[in-house]
Structures are given as structure tokens and as C-alpha cells.
């Protein structure tokens, strides 16, 4: 069984700061790694994944993430947010073994861009 | 590619009476279909797994015969909330998985069911 624990529920940052969102996963198995965000009264859309190879990862509308193996962590970074990055995001894990791609979810971390 | 949709996006139905949801793949095909269920400000809750021309298998805890799940073919699922109460009422979220998956799912844009 997985865990996924995302330590901050809300992030509040100004317009053009950097931004960190923390994720650290629990497994006895290997796992493939997922952030997702969600804007209000919408589903999840995919902002990056890892899967294997290198463990920094690139994704959509300038965010990264690392994978650390060996602290169990997959931070999610911008280097400078914009109002429109204001919403919820999720970090996830999958069991590399399982043939249902069942994801586990943390609980969120609302972020929240002022100008 | 990989886009699911769903519908309705909303609906608003009165106590007692039963309301169906549809998840559809549009671009691939969707071996495997997830339904989750989310409160306000909280994370999703998985209520069933389905694969297509098989059972839906069901998280501990939700009532299989209040929400019945059919996965008749490979781009269409369907939720139906059987005898709605108020209780019932949130934002239902779909997703779907292709055979390689290797993890990722995809997300339909949710349904809101209002039980008045």
C-alpha cells in the first residue's frame, strides 16, 4: 500500500515569487509519480509525471519536480507563478506493478498567487 | 489526445429519484475507468474501478447497489446514483486508463449532483 503526504495544505505567494510544494510518498513498492491540479469546479488535469530516467522532470505551464529516491519526496517548483497558477494541487502515486494504475492521492495543497 | 468527457456537468435532481452520469473516452481506448467522488476542499475519494465487459470492484465503504457502475465498452462508462438523498450530493469526478498505461489516468471535467 502507498501514502501520499502533501505537508502544506495552502501556499500563499505573491505574483512572479518562486514556489515550492511539498510531496513525500510512503511504498513498499516502486512507484511512478504524478502532480496534478485542478481549477475550481473542474477535474484534474496532468501537470507532470515520473515514470523512470532522469529524476528531474519537466511539465507543463513552467512548473518541475524532483524526484528523490532516497528522502521519498517529489517537490513540485516554479521559479516565478502567476495569478492564473492560483488552484488546487494533487500529488500521486501509482504502484509500477499494478495492472489497474490505481492512484493514490495526498490531500492537496491550495496555491494562492496575490498580486 | 487522451480526453474524457463527461456528463451532465451538472445536474440537479429531487430526493429519491435515480441520475446517471456518463464518462467518455474520446481519442483512446479506455481499458480501465475510475469514479471518484469529491467534498469541498478535500481530496478525491476512489469509490470503484471498473474494466470494460467486467464488475465493477468497489472501495470499502460505498454502497454498490446506490451507485451502480457499468463499463459496457471501451469509451464509455456510466454512474448511476440509485434513490438520491441530499447526503448524495457532491462533485463526481471520473478518469480513464489506456492498457499502457504505466500509471496515468485521465480525467474527465467532473459532474456536480445537487439532491434537493
Known amino acids: 500500500a502507498q501514502s501520499v503526504t502533501q505537508l502544506d495544505s495552502q501556499v500563499p505567494v505573491f505574483e512572479e515569487a518562486p514556489v515550492e510544494l511539498r510531496c513525500n510518498y510512503s511504498?513498499?513498492?516502486?512507484?511512478?509519480l504524478f502532480w496534478y491540479v485542478q481549477y475550481p469546479n473542474q477535474g484534474l488535469q496532468l501537470l507532470l509525471k515520473y515514470l523512470s530516467g532522469s529524476t528531474l522532470v519537466k511539465g507543463i505551464n513552467g512548473f518541475e519536480a524532483e524526484f528523490n529516491k532516497s528522502q521519498t519526496s517529489f517537490h513540485l517548483r516554479k521559479p516565478s507563478v502567476h495569478i492564473s497558477d492560483t488552484a488546487e494541487y494533487f500529488c500521486a502515486v501509482s504502484d509500477r506493478n499494478s495492472g489497474y494504475s490505481t492512484l493514490t492521492f495526498g490531500k492537496g495543497t491550495m496555491l494562492l498567487v496575490s498580486p | 489526445g487522451a480526453v474524457v468527457s463527461q456528463h451532465p456537468s451538472w445536474v440537479i435532481c429531487k430526493s429519491g429519484t435515480s441520475v446517471k452520469i456518463e464518462c467518455r473516452s474520446l481519442d483512446f481506448q479506455a481499458t480501465t475507468m475510475f469514479w471518484y467522488r469529491q467534498f469541498p476542499k478535500q481530496s478525491l475519494m476512489l469509490m470503484a474501478t471498473?474494466?470494460?465487459?467486467?464488475?465493477?470492484?468497489?472501495e470499502q465503504g460505498v454502497e454498490k447497489d446506490k451507485f451502480l457502475i457499468n463499463h459496457a465498452s471501451l469509451t464509455l462508462s456510466t454512474l448511476t446514483v440509485t434513490s438520491a438523498h441530499p447526503e448524495d450530493s457532491s462533485f463526481y469526478i471520473c478518469?480513464?486508463?489506456?492498457?499502457?498505461?504505466?500509471?496515468?489516468?485521465?480525467f474527465g471535467p467532473g459532474t456536480r449532483l445537487t439532491v434537493t
Open positions: 511504498s513498499s513498492v516502486s512507484v511512478y
Open positions: 478518469s480513464a486508463a489506456g492498457r499502457l498505461a504505466m500509471g496515468e489516468q485521465y
Open positions: 471498473s474494466n470494460e465487459g467486467s464488475k465493477a470492484t468497489y
